[in-house]
C-alpha cells in the first residue's frame, strides 16, 4: 500500500493497522526517515518535499511491486510525506511483513534504497544563508544500483517458502 | 503539449507546467529540449548539461531518444531526492 501526503504519520499506529488478524505474519520490519538538523556542517531550517502527482503513486507502487517478487511478503506500507518539514519530523515511513525475518528486513532496505533515487521527489532545504535544491548523492545510487547486481534467485534464498501470500489490497 | 518541470529546474524556468506547440520536426525528447533552447535563453541555460537532466514521457521514465509522437505530457527534472 502507498500512500504519499502532508500529514504526519503514527507507525505505531500503522503497523498495528496493518497486521491486525494477519497471524501468517511472524516478522515486521520499518524504517522511519527524519528530517536532520545539518548536512554537510550546514544547519537546516526546514525542509520542503516537492513530487511529481500521479507519477510518484505509479513508480512507488512499482517498487513495491518489485519487492515482492524478490520476496515473499504479506503486507507492504510506503508513507511519504510532501511539503514543509522541519527538523525532528518524520519524512518516510516504509514497514514490511513476511512470516520471517530475512525477507521482511532485507525488502525493507530495499523499497528505501529503491525510493530515494527512483521516486519523483526533490528536496529543497532553508538554511540561514538561504535555499537550495538537494542534489543527488552518490551513496545513494550505490545503494540502490546494489540491488540490481543480486540476482533474484539470491533474493529467493530468504523466503522459506511461507505459502500462499496475502497480497496488500 | 503539456510539458512539466519540477526541481531546480521548475525553480529557473519560473512555472511548473506549460502547453507548447511542438514543431512536427521534433521526433524525440533531444528534439524537443532543442526547440525550447531556441525559444529563450533561460532554457537554452537550464538544458545546457543534459547528464543532469532527467525526463518522463506520459508519467514513465525515458530517456533523450524516446520519441514524443504519442506523449500527452512531458517532464523535465533533475536527478530525484526522496526518502
Redesign the interface.
Known amino acids: 500500500m502507498i500512500r504519499v501526503q502532508e500529514e504526519d504519520f503514527d507507525a505505531g499506529k500503522e503497523i498495528r493497522a496493518l497486521t491486525r488478524g494477519k497471524k501468517r505474519i511472524g516478522g515486521v520490519a520499518s524504517f522511519i ?1 527524519l528530517v536532520r538538523e545539518s548536512t554537510n556542517n550546514e544547519t537546516i531550517s526546514s525542509l520542503t ?4 502527482p ?2 510518484t503513486e ?2 512507488l507502487e512499482q517498487i513495491e511491486k518489485d519487492a515482492r517478487e524478490r520476496w515473499s511478503l504479506h503486507e507492504v506500507l510506503v508513507i ?1 510525506r510532501i511539503g514543509r518539514m522541519e527538523p525532528g519530523e518524520q ?2 515511513l516504509v514497514v514490511t511483513t513476511s512470516a520471517h525475518r530475512e525477507a521482511a528486513l532485507k525488502s525493507c532496505q530495499f523499497l ?1 534504497d529503491k ?10 532545504e532553508d538554511t540561514p544563508k538561504g535555499s537550495h ?5 552518490p551513496d ?1 545510487i550505490n545503494a540502490s544500483e546494489r540491488w540490481d547486481t543480486e540476482t533474484k534467485a539470491e533474493c529467493a534464498r530468504f523466503n522459506h517458502g511461507s505459502g500462499d501470500l496475502t497480497k496488500a489490497s | 503539449m503539456r510539458i ?1 518541470y ?3 529546474v ?2 529557473k524556468i519560473g512555472t511548473g507546467t506549460q502547453d507548447i506547440e511542438v514543431p512536427n520536426a521534433a521526433k524525440n525528447v533531444r528534439d524537443l529540449i532543442n526547440h525550447l533552447s531556441s525559444l529563450d535563453n533561460t532554457y537554452e541555460q537550464v538544458f545546457r548539461d543534459l547528464t543532469v537532466i532527467r525526463v ?1 514521457v506520459n ?3 525515458a530517456d533523450m531518444e524516446t520519441l514524443i509522437e504519442d506523449a500527452k505530457e512531458i ?1 523535465l ?7
Open positions: 526517515g518535499l516537492e513530487h511529481y500521479g507519477m505509479k513508480i511519504h519524512i518516510v528505501i525510493l530515494k533515487t527512483g521516486a519523483p521527489f526533490w528536496k529543497q535544491w538537494v542534489t543527488e548523492r545513494d | 512539466l519540477f526541481g531546480w521548475r525553480s518522463a508519467q514513465e521514465m517532464a527534472f533533475p536527478p530525484m531526492t526522496g526518502g
